[in-house]
């Protein structure tokens, strides 16, 4: 079971779902709309909402205007491709692969939320996967290859913000994966459709589109966020409305 808190620009999307493993199928057991500019009454209706889920696994979503996920690949060269790769070796791998991705994204995530280094914050990184030679290993202990690909994912968040957010949550329920929303919209996509080439991926907010640029390239899949402009869904219902 899932609890999704969907943080938009003014409204607090919440949807409970049970997925149905066998059946490959998901529910939706409850979808909930609250603005977050609550007062005394929402917040205490908001907290009674969420403590009948608690025990469930809660993602949280963010804006782009809140947190960014990127989705990196990381490609070594093994100096000797005949050696099945061990334990300290992945280790070693997966170690050097997250800070690199760390170091070349840290400092632009936080131009593109309009931040300073120390006022974001990583909350969650994640590994999707290694290929060794072009081909996906499960399992990749005592397994031989000389290119060695580490595929993750981080995200970076409004350090504020998400104080705030983690002071009034850690009191009724836990997360385990946040994550903002557009990069995982984009990587989601991607990973249905496989793209031959790059691409531009759009997510209508209200108030602004934001885009995703992916790059389909011999080290393997980005994905980051490339820019937003100034027009939401807002804009085109004030253009459909003055047109009827």
Not at 68 to 86: G, H, N, Q
Not at 129 to 146: M, Q, V
Not at 193 to 221: C, Y
Request: charged share 25%.
């Amino acid at each position: 079971n899932f609890l999704i808190l969907n943080f938009q620009d003014d409204v607090l999307e919440v949807a409970a779902l049970k997925a149905d493993y066998p059946n490959k199928e998901i529910k939706s057991v409850r979808v909930s709309q609250i603005p977050l500019n609550f007062s005394g009454d929402k917040l205490k209706r908001l907290f009674l909402l969420l403590a009948s889920f608690q025990f469930y696994k809660t993602i949280i979503i963010f804006s782009s205007r809140i947190a960014l996920t990127d989705y990196e690949s990381v490609v070594f060269t093994r100096e000797d491709p005949k050696k099945a790769i061990d334990e300290s070796e992945l280790d070693n791998l997966i170690s050097q692969a997250l800070w690199r991705v760390f170091n070349e994204r840290r400092r632009e995530n936080a131009k593109n939320l309009d931040l300073s280094d120390l006022e974001i914050l990583l909350t969650d990184t994640m590994l999707s996967g290694l290929k060794l030679d072009g081909k996906l290993c499960f399992s990749p202990l005592k397994n031989r290859g000389r290119r060695a690909e580490i595929q993750l994912s981080q995200t970076f968040v409004n350090r504020a913000y998400y104080r705030q957010v983690e002071s009034f949550l850690s009191k009724i329920i836990k997360p385990v994966f946040r994550a903002g929303g557009g990069g995982v919209a984009a990587h989601a996509l991607a990973s249905r459709i496989a793209p031959q080439s790059n691409f531009i991926f759009a997510r209508v907010e209200k108030e602004r589109t934001d885009l995703f640029f992916g790059a389909t390239e011999k080290t393997g899949m980005k994905i980051n966020f490339f820019d937003y402009f100034k027009w939401g869904a807002n804009n085109l219902y004030k253009y459909v409305a003055g047109e009827l």
